[in-house]
């Protein structure tokens, strides 16, 4: 009887485990006909970057129909892109774009103009991890990171900081195998490491994911077995709830060219928390401080489809 009780309480504990970590259901949100590298999503239209052409395109909210936003010079491999904050001179509604041989473009809200805004000193085929540092520790700064992903070798990259007058200045340099997919900030709850970059760094069958300072000091808080690409912060809703644009997490395929979504309402307990997800096998983690530390925790997903090649991730509060 003694050991059916703790057998018991073992499958119990387990299963409250399991119970702790809700399962994400991911849905197609558009089909999009294109080879798809990342998403935008504004409080009017989707905006959709398609690889190695460099073109952009507008869709309304429900994801279809597209059309021709704007247009870069073709690179080929990845370009990413984000939305400007509107503040510390970055003017609202601007699209700031990263390039492979890093240029970073600024398109205006329209798509009327694509204007070179910067030039990274870097000689990497770079794969386009860009984000603006909304908490401040650098300086309000879009963040672009050098480095190329998908092999162990060249290893790491520099990260730099580029400035609303289009300014250039290093950070620092990190030396994981593979280079940086994208770049995340921290939010300010994050622990030890409020406010600081965080790199989602490809090694393709592995990668790791690396803080960054103010100061360029790093330290690897995770190691995974499969490239990490996409990364997000699942942020608070806001007091009035909205439901456009649809709240929750996007997530682009260049392989099946959808895009995949799940709703915030799924997400609220991560809150605080970074999002990663893996290029090829869709593998998903929640990413938390722990003390000084940090946990990485394996989210179960439902993912449309098999074959993945997940390249970019917006994520809408509500």
Partial sequence: MKLLGALTAVLLAASAAAAAVPKIEFRVYADTGIRLVDVLVTSS??????????????????????TTFAQMPKEVEETRCRLSPGTHGFAPG??????????????????????????????????????FDTVGKLGYALIAAG?????????????????????????????????????????????????????????????ALVLMDAQ???????????????????????????????????VTDTASHDVFFAPASQLRPYVGDLIVGSEVKGIFWAVQPRGKGFRTVRLPVTLPGTG??????AYVAG
């Avoid at 890093?102 to 204007?115: E, F, L, P």
């Avoid at 300010?188 to 600081?196: D, I, K, R």
Wanted: proline share 10%; hydrophobic share 35%.
């Fill in 216 to 250: 360029g000091r790093t330290r690897t808080i995770a190691t995974l077995p499969d490239g990490p690409n996409p990364i997000v912060v699942v942020q608070a809703p806001p007091r009035h709830p909205r439901t456009t644009p649809p709240p929750g997490l996007y």
């Fill in 94 to 131: 601007d699209i700031y774009c990263h390039a492979p041989d890093n240029t970073i473009y600024r398109i205006s809200a329209d798509g009327s103009s694509v204007q070179t805004f910067a030039h990274l000193p870097d000689t990497s085929v770079s794969d386009g991890a860009l984000a």
């Fill in 45 to 66: 239209r989707v905006l959709y970057v398609e690889n190695t052409t460099n073109t952009v395109y507008s869709a309304p909210l429900s994801g279809a129909p597209l």
């Fill in 308 to 313: 993945f090649n997940l390249e970019g991730a």
């Fill in 147 to 207: 480095g190329r992903s998908g092999g162990t070798t060249p290893m790491g990259g520099t990260v730099y900081a580029i400035g609303a007058n289009g300014a250039v200045r290093t950070i620092g340099t990190y030396a994981a195998p593979g280079g940086a997919d994208e770049v995340a900030v921290a939010p300010s709850s994050f622990g030890t490491g409020a406010g600081q970059l965080v790199l989602s760094v490809d090694a393709g069958s592995s990668g």
